[in-house]
């Protein structure tokens, strides 16, 4: 299988931010990579650097056989781009803003009024398609920045956190409708701050922090590195926390993290840990006022791969 | 990239910014009415500025025409900041199209805008006593100019926008520059009576050029008010044309390449 997206030891910095560390990454034909990290990882940097945006200080760049660097013009002919701030025009109605984009594709007249309508047709949008966006929710712009993405049917795929921001209903449409182009063979890069979306729409997972990466492997083998589901539990009485720590530690896969009433202990099945846990106790007497399993979240990943939290390792770099 | 390419994606950006311009007209109705109010203030509150041999009207409809197209040029670098903080231009820079056709479209369709100012100029100068005493070919050449000034100013203000990180910095960034190019000129006053030092300024300014150039193909000079004797002000059509020429020459490929590195972030 060959590679269609390959970065080579990109890197960019911004004065003394390093917003990109000699990141090196490979996409498979017709798979789906999930770039996965916290606010400034370097994962809209890469992806801007990928999609012929931003040229890095050094380090080595193609997409479907194509340099990115050498020849940005025929690497944009072959990849559909959707950004994070969904960039539609607002005063266009959803059908002129898809039709400027197979013009500007040079897709030709009639053929881009066919794309643009069978893409509104596809994103349930066709209803509203001749109002100006402005007057659309959210998801609807999404879905339609998406479709723009998708108007020259490329075969490469550049999604930036496609889903940030989404109410939950929407952001489960927006995850069908990823999926069935996955189906159809897109190779896709794509970045998300949520473990949950890489878990759903990624074949690989490559968790980036501070422009490098720290890890990779599918959803399944990052979980197991990070102890699979958590068993939370909060104490009613402060003073048994130190019990509860000493009576439940030997049910986890690692060392509990103990916050104020709140015991977290990573465990590697979830509902035996959580019954053992529950057994004991009660034999013991102690009351609890909550306790329950909860999936690894991107915190969880980063704590136990960095040893740092989840939060904006770097400040975003500004307009250089 | 061919030219035909570059052409009908410039089109493809302007047919966009026309129909925005459609949909949002408060710009375009906003845009005309500020020369009404310069044109009614300056005939009305400066009318005792002296113009020797011609009424104030008709000498200085040619500075208005000039100073309001320039003020009209600070949109398109509005218009591009706007873009780049919507992250519409990243769109675009990742599309396989021309790389100045976003530019091309904007200045192109921002000219629709200095159209609609310029015919309500000319029917509010009229109005208030303003007269053209050339020939109808030449009247023609003197409106063509007028336009072709304000497409012009709009690639200055396009590298502007492009070079500036928010909306409101390419406001008053867009802004600022024009005040003393209009105002140590002949736009509003007879130059020879400005101060010696001001005067040798304002002699060289293109502002001045382009004003004596509408003038003459509008016929709204005077005898008794000469050109002074520099080469632009006694050539101002041609050195109109060279200026203008020098002005695209430089801001075409700047705005082109602050372009290419204009990013939302």
């Not at chain 2, 949109?75 to 021309?98: W, Y």
Request: glycine share 8%; aromatic share 6%.
């Amino acid at each position: 299988m060959t590679d269609t997206i390959v970065a080579h030891e990109l890197v960019k910095t911004y004065g003394d931010v390093r917003a990109l560390d000699s990141l090196s990454l490979s996409v498979p034909e017709g798979t789906v990579l999930g770039l996965l990290g916290p606010n400034g990882a370097g994962k809209t940097t890469a992806l801007r650097v990928l999609t012929t945006l931003l040229r890095p200080d050094s380090g080595s760049a193609a997409v479907a056989g194509i340099d990115v660097l050498a020849d940005p013009d025929r690497a944009r002919e072959v990849i559909g781009v959707s950004g994070q701030n969904a960039a539609v025009d607002e005063y266009l109605t959803g059908f002129e803003n898809l039709d400027m984009i197979g013009r500007l594709y040079h897709l030709g007249r009639s053929k881009s009024r066919d794309r643009a309508h069978a893409l509104l047709e596809q994103f349930q949008l066709s209803e509203a398609a001749d109002r100006p966006a402005k007057t659309w929710s959210g998801g609807m712009r999404r879905r339609l920045d998406l479709a723009g993405a998708l108007v020259a049917e490329p075969p490469v795929l550049f999604l930036d956190e496609p889903t940030t921001g989404l109410d939950p209903r929407s952001r489960t449409d927006l995850w069908e409708v990823i999926g069935g182009l996955v189906q159809r063979g897109t190779t896709l890069l794509l970045t998300t701050q949520y473990l949950e979306e890489a878990e759903r729409l990624a074949d690989d997972i490559m968790v980036i922090d501070r422009g490098t990466a720290i890890a990779q492997g599918t959803a399944d083998e990052l979980k197991a590195k990070v102890g699979g589901e958590r068993l939370e539990i909060i104490a009613r009485d402060e003073d048994d926390v130190a019990t509860i720590v000493s009576t439940v530690s030997n049910l986890g896969s690692d060392k509990p993290d103990v916050g104020g009433r709140r015991i977290c202990l990573p465990v590697v099945t979830g509902p035996t840990a959580l019954m053992e846990a529950l057994r004991r106790l009660d034999d013991k007497g102690i009351e609890l006022n909550d306790v329950g399993l909860r999936r690894p979240t991107l915190d969880d990943v980063f704590l136990s791969l960095t040893g740092h939290a989840a939060e904006e390792s770097e400040p975003t770099p500004t307009r250089p | 990239m061919t030219l035909a390419m570059t052409a009908s994606d410039g089109w493809t950006v302007a047919r966009r910014n026309i129909f925005r311009m459609a949909r949002n007209p408060e710009v375009v109705i906003w845009s005309t009415i500020q020369p009404i109010m310069f044109i009614v203030l300056f005939v009305y509150v400066f009318d005792s500025i002296p113009t020797p041999g011609i009424s104030y009207e008709e000498y200085v409809m040619a500075g208005i025409f000039a100073q309001t197209v320039m003020f009209n040029s600070a949109l398109t670098g509005v218009g591009l900041a706007e873009d780049i903080q919507k992250g519409i231009i990243d769109r675009f820079r990742a599309l396989p199209m021309a790389r100045s056709a976003v530019l091309i479209g904007r200045t192109t369709s921002d000219l629709v805008n200095g159209l609609a100012q310029l015919a309500v100029m000319v029917v509010v100068g009229l109005a208030v006593g303003w007269r053209t005493s050339s020939s109808p070919l030449e009247v023609l050449a003197g409106l063509g100019l007028i336009l072709l000034i304000a497409y012009v100013f709009s690639w200055i203000s396009a590298a502007v926008g492009l070079s500036v990180k928010s909306v409101e910095v390419a406001n008053s960034a867009g802004f600022v520059w024009m005040f003393p190019v209009t105002f140590v000129s002949n736009v509003f006053v007879d130059i020879n009576q400005l101060t010696p030092a001001v005067r040798n300024i304002a002699i060289w300014n293109p502002m001045s050029a382009f004003v004596a150039a509408i003038r003459e193909l509008f016929g709204n000079t005077s005898e008794e008010i000469p050109q002074p004797d520099v080469w632009p002000l006694q050539n101002p059509v041609l050195a109109s044309f060279l200026w203008l020429a020098l002005i695209l020459a430089i801001f075409v490929p700047l705005s082109v390449r602050q372009y290419k590195k204009a990013s939302s972030r």
